[in-house]
RNA sequence: GCGGGAGUCGCCCAGCCUGGUCAAAGGCGUAGGGCUUAGGACCCUAUCUCUUAGGAGUUCGUGGGUUCAAAUCCCACCUCCCGCACCA
């Protein structure tokens, strides 16, 4: 039967909506409060942004079933430079971004004009998320969303960052950024052509004498200081005269440009040529030795200062160019110069010699100083050298340190004896600002920064992740690593949409930085969107007597102008949901977001309301690969919606992959579920509620199994295990139904509609956080009054379980599976067949064992012998082969049904067997089967079979 | 490098936390059968090796160890993937 998905769920949709289901204030009852990151709203979401808020969204409703009072708010974070990135690229025309617009998002044309303006997009597509939301079934209170540019939430954002200043955890420096300088802006990846990341490097620069001027040349590796024999100049270049702080420098033109932005005074006084440098000589810094300047090809002027320091024996460019020097046709002079050169080695690194560049060089065949393959035998060598080299004897104070830790060192030595200095540079150029120019590195020296790196700040954190929950379990240690490593963090930017910094207008409280209580305002938003209260009351005397209960309560409503009441309201309300009972986000937050959310609450919150739990997912893959704009495979969430209803997407989604792992979303898995969920369905609608007063095994086998499989799924969900939760709902459970129905259909039932009703109710309401609109048409169609989605979790009693119609529905499967292995091997067409229990005192026997195995004893010899010593047992010393046999075949059960024949003593296999087999044997097997216990009198047995019968195991003649 | 995760029977992937129901679920593929005018869809059966009695042997990256018992616990190694910041 084909469901119309569209149809159901526009109908459920409609009754939470009209009973205002998910509306949630404070009552009586314990109360849950799941939050999930919030969504910036630069695009439609696609079916990866639905994984988070599904999850959530299950556990909500989980709770709710449960008899929690939930609250699942949303808000949207407006907060950010990429809209106004987007602004400025339609501003501009940008084809791309327009194109991407019409026919991937399907925004329609006179609303993409109006996306000049930033707050425009950020509108269109907030109510854009907010309907997809909406139609997925989501059960959000929205009478609490907002945007964070709302003024109340900016009220909110002053009192959160002046809070966090006043405990002096915002500390002002200097930091460096990608920067345009067109647009004087900080340039992220959203603003530059082709959406690359600006990545930059540390050079230093070593300071060489020459004269009256320094001569800076640039290098990742200051150790080699030591092993400096000369310099290269590129003759070709003009080098620009500087005055740099006070210093008169000799560097690339470009590189002067470059330090215009490094919080450097540079002033210009004229030019050199580089073929003026040669054969010059500058002293090396420390050392105070004379090195020549020699010509070189390989250096470029874009790159560091244009002048490069040579060191031979570790440098493959160095190396080569000194070979080429030697080659080619120069001054006799020079020549001289040239040949004097040799490499001082001042590593020492297992694999290598003397002269690593030397050996590398060669290894690679290398041709010239302009050869390719330069770049890699460069970095095979500072590779080994940088890991696996010692600094050698002739490195001073130095000697005996590892290369990777004695570049730090060295760094500070030179910069303190003010023989070095820093260059930033960046490495991935040319970057370009979406304006057209190109970026540089700026250090901003006025920067607000959120003081991350403070111990007893980390510390606390440290404590609120110890106490708190972590799902899944893998994504702790991460955590911890985070804390670890983080520092200081800028937290404040000067464009974008935002708040402003109170103390600092110039400044936008940076978007992960206003976006880490912000639960706590969902406590508010509802007083602010009813109209309980406004914008301009919200002061700090508000904030801190509702949130940490501080300040006296007449004193606040004078200022605030808030009746006490209503501010005693909002505070009860905001303790009876704080604090965050789970967080849900996906992977990419946990070493930004989830981390400064935990970070934030313990500066800001007092213990009791810092967060309890955060649940982590990984992301949505689309056919095995990653989703991306320039793949073309992104499929927006509401055109899934209307292509395959929402709740074959939010099962398709979770069955997919457990908490962390990418979900794979494909169409087949999409096309599986809805066939399973119309079989379900149609089945379901056969279905009656009705008495069953004799039960029979395989009732009280079922119903125990639902009772397991409740006690199973519970138990996963709690852990948010949901793809092993619905699997069990829909797919391991179906083999029990199975067995179920070979056994009812062997003995021609017909009565049970009542059983198979109730079962299937249990499934249906643990179907229901996950499916949530066709669970409720299914259980309308079972005849249930209510929602399902209120209605009570299925309870999970363990008295319900009946241990004896477990183990012996296995025993008969065991036999009918015995009986076909038989078959399979032999071949043989059975006539009859003959099964022969064992007679009580093997069953005496195997009981006596199975209490030894149980309490610990599993040692053959022992058991043996403790058997003998029994007078009631003794005479198993003729047959010791069936004790051994026995133990094995109750070492190869698991632990609970070794308990449960343990509890059931007086199983009596002949009576059931004589009741169960006959009819399913029959059926299976198409022939008769008969039953004897092997001590039975009248027993038929030709071919001596039943002396091999055990306990559980009987023996088995077919004929 | 630092930190994290993973390696399972042709492929994808579950099981590992909590050792025994594990020759190991499910899906795909393959083979046979049913249904159908045919195709598709769907359903059934088989799918490590050997075996004419329910059995045995060899398997879960490699090598060790703990245990009566290891895919599962411990140690070492190999290979692959992800993150390392001022960006939502």
Redesign the pocket.
């Known amino acids: 039967m084909k469901i119309n998905w569209k149809e159901i769920e526009t109908k459920w949709r409609e009754k939470w909506n009209e009973n205002k289901d998910f509306e949630t204030d404070p009552n009586d009852k314990p109360k849950k409060f799941i939050t999930v990151a919030y969504p910036?709203p630069?695009s439609p979401q696609h079916i990866g942004h639905g994984r988070t808020y599904t999850l959530a969204d299950v556990h909500a409703r989980f709770y709710r079933m449960q008899g929690f009072n939930v609250l699942f708010p949303m808000g949207f974070?407006y907060?950010?430079?990429?809209i106004l990135g987007m602004a400025k690229r339609v501003e501009a025309n940008d084809k791309e971004l327009i194109n991407n617009l019409k026919n991937l998002y399907d925004v329609p044309e006179e609303t993409i004009k109006e996306f000049v303006e930033p707050i425009k997009i950020a509108n269109y597509f907030h109510q854009e998320i907010k309907a997809g939301m909406v139609e997925m079934g989501y059960s959000i209170d929205w009478r609490r969303e907002f945007t964070t540019i709302d003024p109340a939430y900016s009220k909110f954002i002053e009192w959160q960052i002046n809070t966090l200043r006043e405990k002096n955890l915002i500390i002002q420096g200097s930091?460096p950024?990608?920067w345009c300088p067109k647009d004087q802006n900080?340039?992220?990846?959203?603003d530059t052509l082709g959406d690359v990341?600006p990545d930059f490097t540390e050079y230093i620069l070593i300071k060489f004498n020459f004269g009256d001027y320094v001569i800076p040349t640039a290098t990742l590796r200051p150790e080699t200081i030591f092993g400096v024999v000369n310099l290269w100049v590129n003759p070709e270049i003009i080098y620009k005269k500087v005055t740099v702080n006070n210093e008169k420098w000799i560097v690339s033109k470009e590189c002067a440009y470059k330090m215009e932005f490094l919080d450097k005074k540079i002033t210009y006084d004229g030019e050199i040529r580089g073929s003026e440098l040669i054969g010059k000589t500058v002293t090396v810094p420390h050392r105070g030795e004379s090195i020549v300047m020699l010509p070189a090809s390989f250096v470029k002027s874009e790159t560091g200062t244009g002048i490069v320091m040579s060191v031979p024996a570790h440098a493959p460019f160095d190396y080569q160019a000194l070979v080429d020097l030697k080659k080619s046709k120069i001054e006799p002079e020079l020549s001289i110069k040239v040949n004097a050169i040799t490499p001082i080695s001042i590593i020492e690194t297992e694999g290598y010699g003397e002269n690593p560049a030397k050996e590398t060089v060669e290894k690679f065949g290398i041709l010239n100083q302009n050869d390719s393959n330069l770049d890699d035998a460069t970095k095979e060598v500072y590779g080994k050298e940088f890991?696996g080299g010692k600094l050698k004897s002739n490195t001073e104070q130095f000697a005996g340190i590892k290369v990777a830790y004695a570049k730090d060192t060295i760094k500070e030595w030179l910069i303190k004896n003010k023989h070095a200095d820093i260059l930033l540079e960046l490495t991935n150029t040319p970057v370009k600002c979406r304006c057209g120019s190109e970026c540089v590195v700026k250090v901003l020296n006025n920067q607000w920064f959120l003081n991350?790196g403070d111990k007893d700040w980390k510390e606390l954190a440290t404590k609120c992740f110890d106490s708190m929950n972590i799902l899944p379990?893998?994504?702790r240690?991460?955590f911890n690593?985070v804390i670890g490593?983080?520092?200081?963090?800028?937290c404040a930017?000067q464009h974008?949409l935002g708040t402003k910094l109170p103390w600092d207008k110039d400044w936008i409280v940076?978007?992960?930085s206003d976006s880490v209580i912000y639960m706590a305002y969902y406590t508010i938003s509802k007083f602010v969107n009813d109209k309980t209260i406004v914008s301009n009351s919200l002061t700090k005397e508000f904030f801190d007597y509702v949130f940490l209960d501080e300040g006296d309560l007449d004193k606040v409503s004078g200022i605030t102008k808030i009746s006490p009441d209503i501010i005693n309201k909002i505070k009860k309300e905001f303790h009876y949901f704080y604090p965050v009972d789970s967080r849900h986000s996906g992977r990419?937050?946990v070493?930004?977001?989830l981390t400064f959310f935990v970070l934030n609450h313990v500066a800001i919150f007092p213990q009791s309301n810092w967060p309890h739990e955060i649940v982590v997912n990984g992301s949505v893959l689309m056919n095995g690969s990653k989703m991306s704009k320039s793949m073309g495979n992104i499929i927006p969430l509401r055109k899934a919606i209307t292509d395959y209803g929402a709740d074959p997407i939010r099962l398709a989604i979770i069955i997919s992959?457990?908490l962390l792992?990418d979900a794979?979303f494909n169409m087949?898995s999409i096309s599986g579920i809805q066939?399973k969920i119309e079989t379900l369905f149609e089945e379901c609608s056969k279905l009656k509620s009705e008495k069953l007063d004799i039960l029979e095994a395989e009732d009280r086998w079922i119903k125990s199994k639902t009772q397991n499989m409740i006690s199973h799924v519970t138990i996963a969900i709690e852990k948010m295990r949901l793809r092993?939760a619905l699997h069990d709902i829909l797919?391991?459970f179906e083999s029990d139904l199975n067995w179920y129905m070979k056994r009812v259909n062997a003995k021609n039932r017909k009565n049970i509609s009542g059983i198979l009703h109730e079962v299937n109710s249990s499934r249906i309401a643990m179907l229901s956080p996950f499916a949530p609109h066709i669970a409720e048409e299914i259980w309308e169609k079972l005849g249930h009054l209510g929602m399902v989605s209120t209605s009570r979790w299925p309870e999970f009693s363990p008295s319900n379980i009946d241990a004896t119609a477990i183990q012996s529905e296995e025993y008969l499967k065991s036999?009918i599976?015995?009986i076909a292995?038989?078959l399979k091997?032999?071949?043989?067409t059975p006539q009859k067949i003959t099964i022969y229990t064992a007679d009580l005192f093997k069953s005496k026997v195997y009981h006596t064992i199975l209490e030894k195995i149980v309490s610990g004893q599993?040692?053959m010899g022992i058991i043996m012998k403790e058997l003998i010593s029994d007078l009631d047992t003794q005479e198993v010393k003729k047959n010791p082969d069936f004790v051994q046999k026995t133990i094995k075949d109750i070492?190869?059960?698991?632990?609970e049904?070794r308990r449960t024949k343990l509890e059931s003593k007086n199983f009596n296999e002949k009576n059931f067997l004589v009741n169960e087999l006959a009819g399913i044997g029959k059926r299976e097997f198409n022939v008769e089967i008969q039953i004897f216990s092997e001590s039975d009198s009248n027993i038929y047995d030709p071919?001596n079979?039943a002396k091999?019968a055990r306990p559980f195991?009987?023996?088995?003649?077919?004929?």
Not at 186 to 190: A, I, N, R, T
Not at 485 to 490: D, I, N, T, V
Not at 825 to 828: E, L
């Open positions: 910036y630069n974070h907060t950010g430079t990429p930091h950024v990608g900080p340039v992220s990846q959203h990341e890991y991350y379990q893998e994504i240690s991460e690593y490593w983080l520092r200081e963090r800028a930017r974008g940076e978007s992960l990419d937050l070493p930004n977001h992959a457990e792992q794979d087949e066939n092993e797919f391991a036999i599976d015995d292995k038989i091997v032999t071949k043989i599993t040692n070492l190869s059960e698991p632990t049904i071919k079979k091999h195991k009987p023996a088995i003649l077919i004929e």
